[in-house]
C-alpha cells in the first residue's frame, strides 16, 4: 500500500484500541492478518467462526493462534441478544426464526457486534461474493443521512506513489443521475480522508456533448446536479477518462474545465465500467488497488477482493479502523 494512505490512517488509529470483526475466520489470509494485528497491538482483531475449525485451519497452515480472540456465533453469550434487536431492525421483514438462522452467518453476526458497538468495523469478503459480504450491512447497519446508496470506491496507487480514486467499482450496478452525483459526492470526501485533494471527473464515452445518447445526458445531469449539491468542490463531467487525466487532450477537448486533465476521482457510468476499469489499471497498468472501501455505511463495513492477499486484508482492517476513528 502506499506509505502516505496506509501511515495516515495508522495515525488515525494509533492509541485508540479500535476493534475489527473478521468473519471468515478459517481463510488462511485472514488469521494470517489477524494474528499479525493480534500481536502488533495497534487495532485489536476478533475473529468468528468455530473454534475447532479455525483451529484446524491454522495448523494446517503452521499459524500460532496465540490469544487471538475468537468468537463462534452458536456458542456466544450475545446471540439471543441479537436474535431481539435483529428482529426489531428489521422491522416485519424477517422473523425471529429468520434471525436464528441468519445469524449463524458470520457476515451477520459481524455486523450485528457492529451495529451494537462490539466491534468498531468489519472486514469480511476474501471467501464469500460482494453480495453476499455487503447485503448484511446494507440491511441492518444501514446508510448515513442524506445518503441514498451505499457505494465502494478502490483507492489506486501507481509506482511514483501516484493515487486516484474510482468509483462506484462495487455496489451499484445502475445509478440514476441524482444517485450518481451523491456517489460523485461521498467519493471526494472519500478522497479527502485519506489526504488526496479531490478532483473529481464523471466518465462517459462523451467530453461535453461530443456525442449524443440517454446515457450520456445522464452523466451530464448527474455533473450539474453534483455541482449544486457541492458548490466548493472541483467536479466536472461529462467527460471521457483521456480528456479527465490528459492536459494535452483537455486543452482540446474541454478547455473551459476546472477539472479535466487533472482530475484524480473517476466516477464511472455503472458498475461494469467501474469494475472492469479498475480491474484494468490493476492488472495491465500494475497499479495497487486498494479496497473495495465501502462509502455511505453508518459504520465501517468492508468488503474485499476475493483476489486478495494477507497483506491486503492487513491494509484494510487498519483503513477500516480508520473510518471508525473519522466518525
Ligand atoms: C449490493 C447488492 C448485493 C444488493 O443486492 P440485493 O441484496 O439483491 O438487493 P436488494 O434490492 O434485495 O436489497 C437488499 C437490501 O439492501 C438495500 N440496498 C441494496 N443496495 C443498496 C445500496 N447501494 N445502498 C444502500 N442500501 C442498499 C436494500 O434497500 C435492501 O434493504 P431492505 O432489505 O432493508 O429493504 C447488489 O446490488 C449487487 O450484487 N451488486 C453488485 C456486487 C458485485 O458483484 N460487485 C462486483 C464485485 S466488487
Ligand atoms: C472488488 C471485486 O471485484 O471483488 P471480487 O474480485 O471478489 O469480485
Redesign the pocket.
Known amino acids: 500500500m502506499s506509505s502516505t494512505i496506509l501511515e495516515q490512517a495508522r495515525k488515525a488509529v494509533e492509541g485508540k484500541e479500535l476493534s475489527i470483526v473478521f468473519p471468515e475466520g478459517t481463510d488462511k489470509r485472514i488469521l494470517e492478518a489477524a494474528i499479525r494485528h493480534n500481536e502488533e497491538g495497534l487495532i485489536k482483531p476478533i475473529v468468528l467462526g468455530n473454534k475447532d475449525e479455525i483451529q484446524k485451519a491454522a495448523d494446517e497452515n503452521g499459524l500460532n493462534l496465540g490469544d487471538l480472540e475468537i468468537i463462534d456465533p452458536a456458542n456466544d453469550s450475545h446471540f439471543d441478544e441479537f436474535v431481539e434487536k435483529f428482529v426489531e431492525l ?1 422491522k416485519g ?1 424477517n422473523t425471529k426464526e429468520d434471525a436464528e438462522k441468519m445469524l449463524q452467518n458470520t457476515n451477520y453476526y459481524g455486523v450485528m457486534m457492529v451495529k451494537t458497538g462490539l466491534a468498531n468495523g468489519m472486514v469480511s469478503g476474501a471467501v464469500g ?4 459480504t ?2 448484511p450491512a ?2 441492518l447497519i ?2 448515513k443521512p442524506g445518503v ?5 470506491v478502490m483507492i489506486m496507487v501507481g509506482d511514483n506513489g501516484e493515487q486516484y480514486v474510482f468509483s462506484d ?5 445502475t445509478l440514476e443521475a441524482q444517485e450518481m452525483a451523491e456517489v460523485a459526492v461521498e467519493s471526494a470526501n472519500t478522497a479527502k480522508l485519506f489526504g488526496i485533494d479531490p478532483k473529481v471527473a464523471l466518465l462517459s464515452f462523451s467530453t461535453k456533448g461530443s456525442a449524443k445518447h440517454e446515457l450520456v445526458d445522464k452523466v451530464a445531469e448527474a455533473a450539474k446536479i453534483s455541482k449544486e449539491l457541492a458548490p466548493d468542490l472541483a467536479i466536472d463531467g461529462e467527460l471521457q477518462f483521456d480528456a479527465a487525466i490528459d492536459p494535452t487532450t483537455a486543452s482540446k477537448k474541454a478547455p473551459d474545465s476546472n477539472v479535466a486533465g487533472q482530475a484524480n476521482v473517476f466516477i464511472f457510468p455503472d ?1 461494469q465500467a467501474g ?1 472492469i476499469g479498475y480491474k484494468i489499471a490493476q492488472r495491465l497498468g500494475g497499479f495497487k488497488a486498494i479496497g ?1 472501501i465501502l462509502q ?1 455505511l453508518n459504520a465501517p463495513v468492508n ?1 474485499l ?1 476475493r483476489g486478495c492477499s494477507a497483506d491486503d486484508v492487513y491494509e484494510t482492517a487498519i483503513i477500516t479502523a480508520s473510518q471508525a476513528a473519522a466518525e
Not at 129 to 132: A, C, L, Y
Open positions: 428489521r421483514k461474493t460482494t453480495g453476499d455487503i447485503r446494507l440491511q444501514k446508510t441514498s446508496r451505499v457505494s465502494g467499482v462495487a455496489v451499484n450496478i458498475l469494475n473495495p455511505g468488503d477482493s
